[in-house]
Each structure stands twice: as structure tokens, then as C-alpha cells.
């Protein structure tokens, strides 16, 4: 792997919002703030002692179900990906996220609430270059038939095979999507997180899932899908893994020039890779 530069941003003036928390159902509110040149994108947990700083990176991913958790000695951030997945794709490469609450609000299941606040604050770009990785040779990871796999390209590419072959309704779903600002907020942007009726089921009965409802996600059940309004996309389910994919590789805290090809990942698959590929680009 190589070096590729890009100029680093941030954005220029605070902004926030707040809503709850999926999966502990509690009251959120966020603020997004500009940052310096080389800070990253760091969360704060505002309302806890001593206002803990977690930064967001591999190093500080915690697997939770469903989500992913970054967490220090002094406190944790749940549900991340769709905000690190939107500021990606804007290049925002420096920001300071102060939240009161354990995970980032819901919305509605999409990126749409973090487009509209990055858009309302405004990116401003910072007069230095940041490091990219540029892939050169394939670099896969496997895991029973779950499988990704990184190719050498001049874009950020982003293909997602989904397979519930248990499901009438999803079965399989494919789409390839080159990671541009225009079609991130048309394409995957408004895209909501889902899942089947029987899976949400245990959750609900072991009060992990305090916050969750048709308002802020899609539920299958055999051949259809439960909420009223039906779907943005046919295939809007495959476009969210995609903004889920995008959010975790964000952690690596590099923009990457790859075609990731992805099949059956999640969370915990998404950052075995990131770790895969970060640790062939520190070694090389």
C-alpha cells in the first residue's frame, strides 16, 4: 500500500440536535463542534466526570450486538457508524462530538439527521494534507461464509452481496457504489437500518432494544415489511449495510482508495477487516 494525500476539514460552526438512544430508549443530545488540524474525530461524553474524551478508532471498538461501541476506561459511545459513515463521506477529518447520553440518537434509522446537521454547520478545509491508504495488491478476510476483500482502485468502491435465503421477502441483494458526496446523500444516505420480525424478538424480551420501533427502522416479517410507508428503495436494505460498511472502515482514520467487496459482513466482520487492512498498511 501506498500514500495518497487529501486536504484535511472540519466544520465551521457548532450545531446539535437530540432524540434517543435505539437500544437504551434514553434521551441523547449531541454536538457537533469544529476541531484543530490532526485531532480526528473524537467523542465526548459531556455528561459524565471528568468529561472523557473517546477517541474514534480501532483501538477503542467495542463489539456490541448490532451496533458498534467505542469505549475508554471512563466511559463508552454506542451506535456510531451512521455518524462516522456521513462524516466519511463528507471529508470531514477533524471533529469533536460532545454527547449527554450512552449511544448517538437514532433518527430515523438513516444518515438523513447527520447530512441535514453537517449541512447546516458548514465544512470548512484546513490548510494541510492528510494521509490516505492506497491499496495495491488484494487483502481478504474470511470468516465461514462471511468474506471481504479489498482490490487496488483509483476510487472508493463499495460492492455488498446481503444472502437471508430464511427471508421470502430479502433473499439476496446486491449493489456497487462509488463513494461520491452527491450520491452518498441520495443513495445511501436516507437508507434505514432493518431486521427481521423473529430477530428483533429476543432483543425486545432481554430489554436491549429500549428505543427501537417502525419510526427509526425497517422490520420484515415473511414476505413483508411492516412499516406503513413501506420502503425508500427496493433495495434499501443492501444500501444500508453499505452505510453500515463505510462507518466502520471510517475507523481506521485514513481515507481509502479500494474496491471493497463485502459479503454477509457486520460489525464485528467490518472491523476485522479495518484491523486487517490498517495493520498490512502500518507493516508495509
Known sequence: MSISIETQKTLQREVGTSGKGIFTGESVSMRMCPAPLNCGIVFQRV???????????????RETPR???????????????HLLSTLFAYGITNARIEVEGPEIPIGDGSAKL???????????????KAASIQIVEPIHWSD?????????????????????????????QYYSYPLNLLSYKTEIAP???FALYEEL?????????????????????????????????????????????????ALIGKRLFAHVIA????????????KTLLKKFESA
Open 114 to 128: 447527520f447530512v441535514d446537521l453537517i449541512e447546516k454547520a458548514g465544512i470548512q478545509t484546513q490548510e494541510k
Open 263 to 274: 459479503v454477509r459482513s457486520g460489525h464485528a466482520s467490518n472491523i476485522a477487516f479495518a
Open 144 to 172: 465461514g461464509d462471511i468474506h471481504l476483500v479489498a482490490l487496488p482502485s483509483s476510487e472508493f468502491r463499495l460492492s455488498y452481496t446481503l444472502h437471508y435465503p430464511s427471508s421470502p421477502l430479502l433473499r439476496s
Open 191 to 193: 437508507c434505514r437500518t
Open 47 to 61: 455528561d459524565l466526570p471528568g468529561k472523557p474524551e473517546i477517541p474514534a478508532n480501532l483501538t477503542h471498538v
Open 201 to 249: 424478538l429476543p432483543l425486545i424480551e432481554k430489554g436491549m432494544l429500549k428505543g427501537g420501533g417502525l419510526e427509526n427502522g425497517l422490520v420484515i416479517q415473511g414476505d413483508k415489511v411492516l412499516n406503513p410507508e413501506g420502503v425508500r428503495f427496493q433495495d434499501e436494505m443492501v444500501r444500508h449495510k453499505i452505510l453500515d460498511l463505510i462507518g466502520d472502515l
Open 67 to 81: 451496533c458498534t461501541r467505542l469505549a475508554t476506561e471512563k466511559g463508552s459511545i454506542a451506535t456510531v457508524e
